[in-house]
T-cell receptor
Framework: AQKVTQAQTEISVVEKEDVTLDCVYE???????LFWYKQPPSGELVFLIR??????QNEISGRYSWNFQKSTSSFNFTITASQVVDSAVYFC????????????????FGQGTTLQVKP | NAGVMQNPRHLVRRRGQEARLRCSPM?????VYWYRQLPEEGLKFMVY????????ESGMPKERFSAEFPKEGPSILRIQQVVRGDSAAYFC???????????????FGNGTRLTVT
């Protein structure tokens, strides 16, 4: 069965520190997608990134970077030089693939990591 | 380019009443997903619909919950005879086609926060 584990429930850092949010997943499928979403205090879900299982290149977008390692089934997210506006709950998610009529594409979410960035 | 629209943003119901949550997908999207977020938890899949069809309702509670996505109009998640345990944030997401085609991520609405008193 597919599963996503975000072991860090809460992380607190001081502004300008770097912080890494861990995500470990389980799946028996060879084709899958991984996602990160941000949920700020206002409650909406903001899409950050999607990565397919065949692309292990790390990705950088501004202060955000993602490290995908299939060997350890991890898809970690690093924020460099954190800012107060980064304070939010961050969710890692795995797409549930399938084939033919069983395709649904639904996402399996981790429990989330609450990041607090203090000034 | 309106995003996924959910209303109401907040809904308060007394135990035993009905709750109706609405979701208008992004323009051109014909696939809708409903997720529930209980307090302090991650999101859990409830149901996946295409226009006029329920494709996967494996995450829906067996009783009191129903969903529809008619040919015209928004998708509706309906909870009958609400109980306190139904208090949660309900998120709707849409995609232009089956997400398993991996052409785009799910786009989520801002959610409806249901409080049952």
């Amino acid at each position: 069965a597919q599963k996503v584990t975000q072991a860090q429930t809460e992380i607190s850092v001081v502004e300008k520190e770097d912080v890494t949010l861990d995500c470990v997943y389980e799946t028996r499928d060879t084709t899958y997608y991984l996602f990160w979403y941000k949920q700020p205090p206002s409650g909406e879900l903001v899409f950050l990134i999607r990565r397919n299982s065949f692309d292990e290149q790390n990705e950088i977008s501004g202060r955000y970077s993602w490290n995908f390692q299939k060997s350890t089934s991890s898809f970690n997210f690093t924020i460099t030089a954190s800012q107060v506006v980064d304070s939010a709950v961050y969710f890692c998610a795995l797409s549930e693939p399938g084939g033919g009529s069983s395709n649904t594409g639904k996402l399996i979410f981790g429990q989330g990591t609450t990041l607090q960035v203090k000034p | 380019n309106a995003g996924v629209m959910q209303n109401p943003r907040h809904l308060v119901r007394r135990r035993g009443q009905e709750a109706r949550l609405r979701c208008s997908p992004m323009k051109g999207h014909s696939h809708v997903y409903w997720y529930r977020q209980l307090p302090e938890e991650g999101l859990k899949f409830m149901v996946y619909l295409q226009k006029e069809n329920i494709i996967d309702e494996s995450g829906m509670p067996k009783e009191r919950f129903s969903a529809e996505f008619p040919k015209e109009g928004p998708s509706i998640l309906r909870i009958q005879q609400v109980v306190r345990g139904d208090s949660a944030a309900y998120f709707c997401a849409s995609s232009p086609r089956d997400v398993s085609s991996y052409n785009s991520p799910l786009h989520f609405g801002n959610g409806t926060r249901l409080t049952v008193t």
